[in-house]
């Protein structure tokens, strides 16, 4: 570390991960009188990354996110020091009604428990077998295990098929066969080891929360709100972008981050930049290449973590003379259905304003784990496809009127068994080389929440580090 106060810092990728670590190192140095060159170079022409907002014609389009859970308090914590918390938008109450296409037909998702038992969603042993989950002994050994096994273990293969399967695609856009509990959903497993089960757990839950006056519940998410902003998710990258304007440096494509006489040196081309502090916010894949030289071992472990291709369909028609009131959420759809879509979000009825007045917009997720080869799809059968399958699902016969598509050719981090292994080399590798850090949504949470929280866990660490150099 340089043993003046001019620390430097060089951020690699502008996404929401390096844009958030960017602004909270900042926000510590001048509160604390550090004087820190900072620079966040990213390839791309433009920040944000995936979060980014497209508003055109009155319908506004999300490239990625469209929302964040209000479980996470660190992103709250962002949002205040942001001064955004004005333009916070709930999700609308309605959209606590999700759907599934089922045996063909749109059915309504049952939530709580009683609606489920006497929903024909699934056949009534597959109800009962859930039931028995408070009977399932809990695991005893601690390896790692796939999501598609631990739900057929506690809640039976009906549960696993028709329900599970569909959540996690529309989420993660993964396979519950190949994701690991542990890394996608660590909650599930503290729950089985510390309550002995699933609903062994939400009881303990709910008693707490009645004991402490708090809630356990909203729409949007089993235990949470989704929020946005007034004008989409844009708007937190690029307020962040603005705050941090003169040190983001667009067009700069990091080829490499090499160690010199015990600094960082990391290379765009032929230009280099010597660094006491390297963030490395990009995809794992591109951190890979960068950190050949470093650590040949935790380039291979990190490049082997799979980020599936996902493309977004944003179609808008007018409500007037449609066969389809979008009344909800959204659906999901199983793959067993045979459909290639994975589930369509209705954007403003979860968001009203994200269509014009009298019109409305559907947000449709293809690709995925399940389905790699959708990235040899042209724009136009990605639209004619998304088209066939709103008839299909949704009874729309009629032909949208705005079309808009969102390609992420590597779109969303797959953290299949193994993962949490990769993850621990690259944080071996954070140990023995003290400002090196890997962050984002590769690595320990692959939502907007999960790239803040650990942008916090970035800034924390920081603070120690800088502290030590005094
Ligand atoms: C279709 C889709 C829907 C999603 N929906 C949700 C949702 O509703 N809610 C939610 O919480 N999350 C959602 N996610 C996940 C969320 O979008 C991501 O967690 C988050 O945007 C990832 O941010 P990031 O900064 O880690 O990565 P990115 O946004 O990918 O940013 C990484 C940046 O690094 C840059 N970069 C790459 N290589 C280099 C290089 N060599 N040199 C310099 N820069 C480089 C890239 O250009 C990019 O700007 C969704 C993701 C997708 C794709």
């Excluded at 109800?127 to 295990?145: C, G, P, Q, Y």
């Excluded at 509990?181 to 497993?189: A, D, I, N, R, Y």
């Excluded at 979008?326 to 759809?333: H, K, Q, R, S």
């Excluded at 007045?357 to 790699?372: C, K, Q, S, V, Y």
Aim: hydrophobic residues 40%.
């Amino acid at each position: 570390m340089t043993d003046n106060n001019q620390k430097r810092i060089v951020i690699i990728g502008a996404g929401i991960a390096g844009l958030s670590t960017a602004f909270l190192l900042r926000d510590f140095g001048r509160k604390n009188g550090f004087q820190f060159d900072l620079k966040i170079l990213e390839s791309a022409q433009r920040h944000g990354g995936a979060t980014r907002t497209d508003i055109s014609e009155g319908y506004l389009c999300e490239w990625g996110p469209n929302g964040f859970l209000d479980n996470e308090p660190t992103t709250f914590d962002l949002v205040k020091k942001l001064e955004l918390d004005s333009e916070l938008v709930k999700a609308n109450e309605n959209s606590n009604k999700r759907y599934i296409f089922h045996g063909g037909a749109l059915r309504k998702l049952p939530i709580a428990p009683p609606a489920f038992l006497v929903s024909d969603i699934l056949p009534l042993p597959s109800r009962l077998r859930v039931l028995m989950e408070f009977f399932i002994a809990k695991k005893t050994k601690n390896s790692d295990e796939t999501v598609d096994s631990f739900a057929r273990r506690r809640l039976g293969d009906g549960f696993a098929k028709y329900l599970l399967d569909p959540m996690v695609s529309g989420i993660f856009a993964g396979n519950t066969k190949e994701l690991s509990l542990k890394s996608v959903f660590p909650k599930m497993v503290e729950m089985e080891r510390e309550h002995g089960g699933l609903f062994k757990a939400m009881i303990a839950k709910k008693a707490a929360a009645k004991k402490y006056n708090t809630t356990s519940g909203g729409p949007s998410g089993p235990n949470a709100i989704l929020h946005t902003f007034k004008t989409g998710m844009g708007h937190l990258t690029d307020t962040l972008a603005d705050s941090l304007s003169g040190s983001i440096k667009l067009n700069q494509p990091v080829t490499s981050v090499n160690r010199e006489n015990g600094k960082f040196r990391v290379f765009v081309e032929k230009r280099s930049f010597e660094a006491d502090f390297v963030i490395l916010a990009c995809p794992s894949f591109a951190a890979a290449d960068m950190i050949k030289d470093i650590s040949n071992p935790v380039s291979d472990a990190i490049r082997g973590i799979y980020h599936a291709p996902v493309d977004v369909v944003c179609h808008g028609h007018h409500s007037s003379g449609s066969e389809f009131d979008p009344n909800g959420f959204g659906v999901l759809i199983p793959r067993s259905e045979g459909i290639r879509s994975l589930g369509t979000l209705w954007s403003n009825s979860i968001f009203p304003g994200q269509a014009p007045n009298g019109d409305f917009l559907l947000r449709t997720i293809i690709g995925g784990a399940h389905d790699p080869q959708i990235v040899e799809l042209n724009e136009d059968l990605l639209h004619r496809t998304a088209a066939q399958d709103h008839k299909l699902v949704m009874g729309i016969q009629s032909e949208a009127i705005f079309k808009q598509v969102f390609r992420h050719k590597k779109g969303i981090a797959q953290y299949n068994i193994g993962h949490s292994i990769k993850v621990a080399a690259s944080e071996q590798l954070e140990k023995d080389l003290p400002g090196l850090y890997f962050t984002g949504a590769s690595y320990r949470g692959v939502s907007v929440n999960g790239c803040i929280k650990d942008a916090f866990r970035i800034a924390n660490d920081f603070k120690k580090l800088v502290g030590k150099c005094q």
